[in-house]
């Protein structure tokens, strides 16, 4: 009997030995090893998942001035409305709308026939009295004449000089030249047409000095002064700054509006402003030198306050902004930035407090103005 269960046992252990769960056993430490990697790669891709993408600036200094922001239509410094001296037809247009002209230049004639006679007949006059005179003064001198009729002799050879050169002056003026240089702004006059002195011909732009009216509100008045500088720009030409400055101050203040009429000089460079062009205005009140600047798409408001993302190994911080002064683009920092860190200018639309973040790109943004 007991032969007989020592046999069964032997068999017993030797079947579950051999079965698969025996086999699928494993040694406890490879077993250990295995499950710690699992672990650690499952963490750094979890790790990966949860890092945001963003792209960042590094925080730098620059200049940053106050001022203030008002609009005007450009006008022109320099023109001129071209008119007749004279009456007379249209025979010849030179100048068209567009066209640049010189001071001098002519730029219309007028028929000139008339004047031409008008012109030789005053010469025959002229050449009739100076005989007269020269004659008159040789009797003169032999004391065959009498000083009143000497005199009269002179008075009547300069009034002929004087009707010659109005009637060289009157021919000269058949031909219509522009006062100034620049260029033509409009043409009203027509060929064949008969024209009077009191009409107008055309009108002449020099757009190398433009400017722009402003008014003022009353209580910046002491704030302004000639000479101050500002800076315009134009929706229609972005990216450019154009250089001005106040050329002048009216000392009147409109009771009406409350404000006073202030001249804005600008430096047209290229030629790029027309007048009657809609600019923007900033006449700079006082400048900042060197001071941290933050761009402004790099700020989140909640609740009206101003909060950016620093990114800080690897975590995004959210830090609400001391803010000094600003302008389209830029924000003075008075404290918790510093210079050299980086933030958040995509991506941080939503995030919060401690995010993990991954930077993909870094943009390098100018401070100038």
Same mark, same amino acid.
């Given at each position: 009997?007991?032969?007989?269960?020592?046999?069964?046992?032997?068999?017993?252990?030797?079947?579950?030995?051999? #079965?698969?769960?025996?086999?699928?056993?494993?040694?406890?430490?490879?077993?250990?090893?295995?499950?710690?990697?699992?672990?650690?790669?499952?963490?750094?891709?979890?790790?990966?998942? *949860?890092?945001?993408?963003? /792209?960042?600036?590094?925080?730098?200094?620059?200049?940053?001035?106050?001022?203030?922001?008002?609009?005007?239509?450009?006008?022109? *410094?320099?023109?001129?409305?071209?008119?007749?001296?004279? %009456?007379?037809?249209?025979?010849?247009?030179?100048? *068209?709308?567009?066209?640049?002209?010189?001071?001098?230049?002519?730029?219309?004639?007028?028929?000139?026939?008339?004047?031409?006679?008008?012109?030789?007949?005053?010469?025959?006059?002229? %050449?009739?009295?100076?005989?007269?005179?020269?004659?008159?003064?040789?009797?003169?001198?032999?004391?065959?004449?009498?000083?009143?009729?000497?005199?009269?002799?002179?008075?009547?050879?300069?009034?002929?000089?004087?009707?010659?050169?109005?009637?060289?002056? !009157?021919?000269?003026?058949?031909?219509?030249?522009?006062?100034?240089?620049?260029?033509?702004?409009?043409?009203?006059?027509?060929?064949? *047409?008969?024209?009077?002195?009191?009409?107008?011909?055309?009108?002449?732009?020099?757009? #190398?000095?433009?400017?722009?009216?402003?008014?003022?509100?009353?209580? !910046?008045?002491?704030?302004?002064?000639?000479?101050? %500088?500002?800076?315009?720009?134009?929706?229609?030409?972005?990216?450019?700054?154009?250089?001005?400055?106040?050329?002048?101050?009216?000392?009147?203040?409109?009771?009406?509006?409350?404000?006073?009429?202030?001249?804005?000089?600008?430096?047209?460079?290229?030629?790029?402003?027309?007048?009657?062009?809609?600019?923007?205005?900033?006449?700079?009140?006082?400048?900042?030198?060197?001071?941290?600047?933050?761009?402004?798409?790099?700020?989140?408001?909640?609740?009206?306050?101003?909060?950016?993302?620093?990114?800080?190994?690897?975590?995004?911080?959210?830090?609400?902004?001391?803010?000094?002064?600003?302008?389209?683009?830029?924000?003075?920092?008075?404290?918790?930035?510093?210079?050299?860190?980086?933030?958040?200018?995509?991506?941080?639309?939503?995030?919060?407090?401690?995010?993990?973040?991954?930077?993909?790109? /870094?943009?390098?943004?100018?401070?100038?103005?």
């Amino acid at each position: 009997m007991q032969k007989i269960l020592l046999v069964l046992m032997v068999s017993l252990l030797f079947l579950w030995q051999c #079965s698969p769960s025996a086999k699928g056993k494993k040694d406890p430490e490879n077993l250990n090893q295995k499950d710690s990697s699992i672990t650690a790669d499952s963490l750094k891709k979890k790790a990966d998942i *949860e890092q945001v993408p963003v /792209e960042v600036t590094t925080v730098t200094r620059g200049d940053i001035s106050k001022y203030l922001l008002l609009s005007s239509n450009l006008e022109t *410094e320099i023109m001129a409305d071209v008119y007749a001296r004279i %009456q007379g037809i249209v025979d010849s247009i030179y100048k *068209e709308e567009g066209q640049y002209v010189h001071k001098n230049e002519i730029m219309l004639s007028l028929e000139a026939k008339e004047y031409q006679l008008a012109e030789q007949k005053a010469h025959l006059e002229y %050449q009739n009295q100076l005989s007269n005179y020269k004659r008159f003064a040789a009797m003169h001198n032999k004391e065959l004449l009498s000083d009143e009729e000497f005199d009269k002799a002179s008075y009547a050879l300069k009034t002929a000089r004087i009707q010659w050169d109005e009637a060289k002056l !009157n021919l000269d003026y058949t031909k219509i030249r522009s006062p100034i240089e620049g260029r033509v702004g409009e043409r009203r006059a027509k060929i064949g *047409e008969r024209i009077q002195p009191t009409d107008k011909l055309f009108s002449v732009v020099n757009n #190398s000095q433009v400017i722009a009216v402003i008014y003022v509100p009353e209580k !910046n008045l002491n704030q302004v002064k000639v000479g101050q %500088q500002a800076l315009v720009y134009s929706d229609h030409l972005k990216g450019i700054v154009f250089k001005g400055w106040i050329k002048r101050i009216s000392p009147v203040i409109d009771p009406a509006s409350g404000t006073f009429k202030v001249t804005v000089g600008v430096k047209n460079r290229k030629k790029l402003l027309r007048p009657g062009m809609f600019v923007n205005i900033r006449i700079i009140i006082d400048t900042h030198k060197q001071v941290i600047l933050v761009p402004k798409t790099a700020v989140v408001y909640e609740n009206e306050a101003m909060q950016v993302y620093v990114v800080r190994q690897g975590i995004a911080h959210k830090i609400r902004l001391t803010s000094g002064y600003e302008d389209s683009d830029k924000i003075e920092v008075l404290k918790d930035i510093r210079e050299g860190d980086k933030i958040i200018l995509v991506g941080q639309s939503g995030m919060k407090d401690r995010t993990p973040v991954k930077i993909v790109n /870094e943009r390098i943004l100018s401070v100038k103005e």
